[in-house]
């Protein structure tokens, strides 16, 4: 089955596709974006995503289903076992299943990326596209921010804080870090409100805010349930897709395919098309087109939080109680990159959650490291687009970031017993994180802890980098067009060069802005 032919097709309607396909479409392009999950209006979202709390749908098996990719699974370390990772699925992406944090990366990330070959990325190029897309309810009227844009922006006034949130706040600012109101400012450092992309207390997705009013657009199409096997040749040239749907393979045909499945399954579907590191192709005898290192430089911000047992005023009143509001941008050495780490609160321990049967309540203080130098990797297991890929992120696999995160954790254990953490707080921190006190004062122990401990934050970069198209870990020039072949582009953040400091969302976002506005 073939098409008569689209001007894009875009592959993924997360973040980065739905902004994509749907600024594309507003030029006049005939956009065809195909998601592998269910398309689904606004008012069919199950309503355990709209909450402010994340955890609430995490917790409800009903609402995670079809949603979240299933058998999707990564080690975290190479000491850690296999577990899953959550990517959200259908139209929305993970925009729909995450925490909903609204945060843009320091400009300085974007100056990194310059410097490693990504011209056209500089902060002055991406500033504009992060004020286009956002509805910023604070500070919208800043020469740097954005109002009316189609993602809100909103901050929890302290007065509806946890008690975690305000121990976080309060315990940084006294031990001397700067308050900074708006985190998104261009050089913000120190204690924040988190921002969220929530409007009347409710999750507004890339579906919500790109899709929905859209649809009606007579140059997009939108098809979902259509899973992407590979990208189509003719010669050295892409020419379109080919995916099943309802039980059969179609293939359609465009003038530019452009892969924004994410982190996980862009770099799977240019695998399954012969490009990617040749060795590992010819093992599950896909024929090589173009030999990347496509699937290699994978990261994620690895995190370590110390457990706060907590008295019954501090503990969330409902289970709609957002789960977390405060940030700490900081930097941990005279020697390390500003702002290289982060401090969050989490007025619930979500892995704790399961003890709740024992009526104690627990949050937590988090500390993650925001800038890092480990890089995983991410294989096919087969050439069946039904199989997930074997992901290992290898997470503190480079000792400066063990360095750097046992300082995160040391300075995160100080602000847990400060006088102003210790007000909502029950019994010891000691016996509440025994491993970790006992790993605390030896550095081989800690590390051997924070190997074994450490989990990510969901913000997976990085499977195919972009850069100058003479380094050797490139995959995507700074057009975000595959080396080696013409028409087919990667526009996601797995083409960040390096995983930024801050939540990934609102990157992608933006990723999808400014290459829509690029596409020839």
């Known amino acids: 089955m073939t098409s008569n032919g689209w001007d894009v097709i875009v592959v993924g309607a997360g973040s980065a596709g739905a902004a994509l396909a749907v600024r594309s479409a507003e030029k006049g392009k005939r956009v065809l974006l195909l998601e592998s999950g269910p398309d689904y209006r606004s008012a069919q979202m199950h309503e355990a995503w709209r909450s402010p709390n994340p955890a609430v749908a995490l917790m409800d098996p009903t609402a995670a289903e079809g949603l979240v990719w299933t058998g999707l699974n990564s080690s975290r370390t190479d000491r850690q076992q296999q577990a899953p990772y959550w990517r959200g699925r259908g139209v929305g992406g993970s925009s729909s299943v995450n925490g909903q944090i609204a945060i843009r990366p320091p400009m300085a990330d974007f100056e ?55 121990a976080l706040a309060d315990s940084a600012l006294a031990a001397g870090f700067s308050w900074a109101p708006d985190v998104n400012a261009p050089s913000a450092t120190g204690v924040s409100p988190y921002p969220i992309n929530s409007r009347d207390g409710r999750r507004v997705s890339v579906n919500d805010a790109y899709l929905e009013g859209t649809r009606e657009l007579g140059t997009l199409t939108i098809r979902g349930d259509a899973l992407v096997d590979r990208v189509v040749f003719d010669g050295d040239r892409a020419t379109g897709v080919r995916f099943v749907a309802d039980g059969a393979t179609v293939t359609e045909h465009a003038d530019t395919v452009v892969l924004s499945a994410g982190v996980i399954h862009s770099p799977g579907i240019l695998m399954r098309s012969g490009i990617g590191p040749a060795a590992h192709l010819r093992s599950l005898g896909v024929e090589v087109r173009q030999d990347l290192p496509v699937g290699r430089g994978m990261q994620d911000h690895p995190m370590a939080m110390v457990s706060l047992p907590l008295t019954d005023e501090a503990a969330v009143a409902t289970p709609n109680d957002r789960h977390t509001n405060v940030c700490v941008r900081w930097t941990s050495g005279a020697d390390a990159p500003v702002n290289d780490l982060m401090f969050v609160s989490m007025n619930q321990n979500v892995l704790s959650m399961a003890n709740a049967s024992t009526g104690t309540a627990s949050g937590a203080f988090g500390v993650w490291l925001n800038q890092n130098h480990s890089r995983g990797v991410l294989t096919l297991t087969s050439t069946d687009p039904m199989d997930q ?32 953490t210790a007000a909502i707080t029950r019994g010891s921190l000691e016996s509440a994180n025994p491993d970790l006190f006992a790993a605390l004062d030896d550095d081989g122990a800690l590390d051997d802890h924070l190997m074994a401990t450490v989990s990510d934050a969901q913000h997976g970069t990085s499977t195919c980098r972009m850069g100058s198209p003479d380094a050797a870990d490139t995959v995507v020039d700074p057009a975000c067009r595959v080396l080696g072949v013409d028409g087919l582009r990667v526009v996601d953040a797995s083409i960040f060069p390096l995983v930024p400091r801050a939540n990934t969302n609102l990157a992608a976002i933006m990723t999808g802005e400014l290459m829509a506005d690029r596409l020839d």
Do not use: N
């Open 389 to 420: 890929p074997l992901v290992r992120q290898r997470m503190l696999s480079d000792e400066r970031d063990l360095a750097r995160l046992r300082e995160g954790v040391r300075t995160l254990v100080d602000l847990a017993r400060r006088p102003e």
């Open 112 to 166: 990194d990326w310059v410097a490693l070959g990504c011209s056209g990325w500089a902060p002055d190029d991406v500033l504009p596209y992060f004020a286009k897309l956002e509805d910023d309810e604070d500070f919208g009227d800043e020469a740097y921010h954005g109002r009316g844009g189609p993602t809100p922006i909103y901050r929890t006034p302290r007065s509806r804080w946890g008690g975690v949130d305000i």
